[in-house]
């Protein structure tokens, strides 16, 4: 095996010595097989896509799961330093190829950050760290009387790290907004390892918002920690209906 990364020429042993040192040996990984697991997409067929005909298939140089913000925030530092490329990775089902580490480093999988931090049934919002699967939160929620009515078909797998990045919709957001709606605040590590959090409100009118940097950005402008979500009372009998006009396409 080599010791170096073949494009950023990092020295391996050395970084996943500082790996195993900020988050212990049990959350970092070098095996084949996680390498494997992690460097594969669950739709796309590796075809060499890489114009400088490159055509290994991508190969992750390490794995880890860190558990906490400071753990992430640790392991992007790393990153920063040595010139490792990161890779956040959700429930991996976003397929297209966003989670291929094509250049190798370290897939940040975010899947143990995955605690429901507070319910505020006054200011009726949810924060949620993003490792948490959609369909978790939502019968959480459920059992207190709540919804956040966000239901992608991927809702059983995916995480609220890779729906707000990949600014995803579901089933009734013609009604109730898609993902991006429903943020009020998050914190995200920033890719010098900064913690930065933006402020839980339901709207502002002082400067740009923030969130809508990171939502969508996929994971390149930074790794999403937690988030704060607009949540409804829950009725457990809903009755939606389809009016077609004789235009419609759908006719
Ligand atoms: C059967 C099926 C049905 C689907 N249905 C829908 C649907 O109805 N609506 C819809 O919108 N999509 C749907 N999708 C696509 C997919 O579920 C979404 O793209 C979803 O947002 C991916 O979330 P994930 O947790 O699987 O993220 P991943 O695939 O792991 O990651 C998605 C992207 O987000 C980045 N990322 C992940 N976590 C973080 C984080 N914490 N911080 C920063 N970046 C991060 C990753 O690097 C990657 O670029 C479907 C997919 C499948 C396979």
Not at 28 to 41: G, H, P
Not at 62 to 85: D, L
Request: proline residues 7%.
């Amino acid at each position: 095996m080599s010791q170096t990364n073949s494009k950023y020429q990092f020295h391996k042993a050395v970084v996943e010595n500082e790996l195993i040192e900020a988050l212990g040996p049990e959350k970092v990984s070098t095996s084949f097989i996680d390498k494997e697991v992690y460097s594969r997409d669950i739709i796309v067929p590796w075809t060499c896509p890489l114009p400088e005909g490159d055509c290994k298939p991508p190969e992750a140089d390490f794995v880890v799961w860190p558990e906490t913000t400071e753990e992430v925030s640790e392991v992007i530092k790393i990153a920063n330093t040595r010139k490792v490329p990161v890779i956040p990775e959700c429930g991996g089902a976003q397929g297209g190829g966003s989670t291929l580490p094509i250049f190798g480093g370290v897939v940040i999988d975010v899947k143990a950050l995955n605690k429901i931090i507070n319910i505020d049934t006054d200011n009726h919002t949810v924060t949620t760290q993003p490792g948490l699967i959609c369909d978790e939160l939502e019968s959480t929620l459920n059992n207190v009387g709540y919804t956040m009515n966000h239901l992608p078909q991927s809702q059983h797998v995916s995480g609220i790290g890779g729906f707000l990045s990949a600014r995803s919709a579901g089933v009734i957001s013609t009604k109730y907004g898609k993902i991006t709606e429903m943020v009020q605040g998050m914190e995200v590590v920033l890719p010098n390892g900064e913690v930065m959090r933006t402020k839980a409100v339901p709207n502002s009118v002082a400067g740009p918002n923030f969130n809508y940097l990171f939502m969508g950005a996929e994971g390149t402008l930074g790794v999403i920690t937690e988030a704060t979500l607009r949540i409804r009372p829950f009725r457990r009998r809903e009755s939606f209906y389809l009016f077609c006009f004789p235009t419609s396409p759908l006719l």
